[in-house]
């Protein structure tokens, strides 16, 4: 799978600290338990990405919304 191809699979997401001061992203889904577990430096490295990621987002559909639509 890649970012771009869309999926019905749906999961919850927690996110928090752990009590052996690690950063904790924990990924349930149907038949699947992730936990992803980070240093503070590395969650926040995640945290600017994503960020950076809804700043693209956001300029993608904003770009979209001025384009005349393909016939």
Do not use: H
């Amino acid at each position: 799978m890649s970012i771009n191809k869309q999926s019905d699979i749906a999961a919850n997401i927690q996110i928090g600290p752990t009590d052996l001061g690690m950063v904790r992203i924990y990924v349930e889904g149907d038949g699947v338990d992730l936990p992803l577990d980070f240093e503070p430096d590395e969650a926040e490295e995640i945290a600017e990405e994503l960020l950076a990621a809804a700043d693209a987002a956001r300029a993608m559909a904003a770009g979209a919304k001025g384009k005349p639509r393909a016939r």
